[in-house]
T-cell receptor, first 111, second 111 residues
Framework: GQSLEQPSEVTAVEGAIVQINCTYQ??????LSWYQQHDGGAPTFLSY????GLEETGRFSSFLSRSDSYGYLLLQELQMKDSASYFC????????????FGTGTLLAVQP | ETGVTQSPTHLIKTRGQQVTLRCSSQ?????VSWYQQALGQGPQFIFQ???????GRGNFPPRFSGLQFPNYSSELNVNALELDDSALYLC??????????FGEGSRLTVL
C-alpha cells in the first residue's frame, strides 16, 4: 500500500522558521507535492519536487530525498496567516494529477 | 479565468438517500478529480474523469459514481448513503500533468 506520514501538529511563533516532515511508503514514486488548507476550505498548491533537492518559492521551500523516502516543507518568516493544515501528497498510480495525501499537519502560528 | 466551483456548499441527508454533487472545472481544464475528506484527515482520491471517461479510481465502492460532461463539468453521485459518508467532498481540475486546482467543497452530513 501507499502511505504518507506527517506530524499531526506543529506550533511556532511569528517570524520563526518551521519544518514540516513527510515520510512515505509508495511503489513507483514520482515526486512529492505540498498543499495548504485553511479551515477546511480549498487546498491550494504550494510546491512540487520531482527530483531530489531543494525547491524554493518565496518564503516556502520544499525538499525531497527519494533514497530516504522523505521530504519536508520549510516555512520561513512565519506570519499569522500561515496558520493552516499542510499536506504532502504523492502521485497515485504514477500520475501527478491523481494524489494520495498525507495525514496532514496543523500549523499554529502564535504572536 | 474562473476557478473551480462546487455546489451545493452544504447539505444534510439521511441514511439510505442519494446525493448528487456538482463541479465546474477551471476554464480550459479537461481533467476533473473528486476527493473525500473526513474531519481531521487528508483528502482521499475517489476517481478522476478525463474527456468524459473515468480515468482511475480509488478504493471506493460502486455506489460512488460520476459523470463528466462535454464542457468538462462533473457530477459525483453517492447512492445508499451511510453515516461514514459524512465528509467534505472536494473537486479538483487540472491540465495533465500539473498541479490540482481545488474548489471549496461540498460538506455533506448524513444523519
Amino acid at each position: 500500500g501507499q502511505s504518507l506520514e506527517q506530524p499531526s501538529e506543529v506550533t511556532a511563533v511569528e517570524g520563526a522558521i518551521v519544518q514540516i516532515n513527510c515520510t512515505y511508503q509508495t511503489s513507483g514514486f514520482y515526486g512529492l507535492s505540498w498543499y495548504q488548507q485553511h479551515d477546511g476550505g480549498a487546498p491550494t498548491f504550494l510546491s512540487y519536487n520531482a527530483l531530489d533537492g531543494l525547491e524554493e518559492t518565496g518564503r516556502f521551500s520544499s525538499f525531497l530525498s527519494r533514497s530516504d523516502s522523505y521530504g519536508y516543507l520549510l516555512l520561513q518568516e512565519l506570519q499569522m496567516k500561515d496558520s493552516a493544515s499542510y499536506f504532502c501528497a504523492g502521485p497515485y498510480g504514477g500520475a501527478t494529477n491523481k494524489l494520495i495525501f498525507g495525514t496532514g499537519t496543523l500549523l499554529a502560528v502564535q504572536p | 479565468e474562473t476557478g473551480v466551483t462546487q455546489s451545493p456548499t452544504h447539505l444534510i441527508k439521511t441514511r439510505g438517500q442519494q446525493v448528487t454533487l456538482r463541479c465546474s472545472s477551471q476554464s480550459g481544464h479537461n481533467t476533473v478529480s473528486w476527493y473525500q475528506q473526513a474531519l481531521g484527515q487528508g483528502p482521499q482520491f475517489i476517481f478522476q474523469y478525463y474527456r468524459e471517461e473515468e480515468n482511475g479510481r480509488g478504493n471506493f465502492p460502486p455506489r460512488f459514481s460520476g459523470l463528466q460532461f462535454p464542457n468538462y463539468s462533473s457530477e459525483l453521485n453517492v447512492n445508499a448513503l451511510e453515516l461514514d459518508d459524512s465528509a467534505l467532498y472536494l473537486c479538483a481540475s487540472s491540465l495533465p500533468p500539473g498541479e490540482l486546482f481545488f474548489g471549496e467543497g461540498s460538506r455533506l452530513t448524513v444523519l
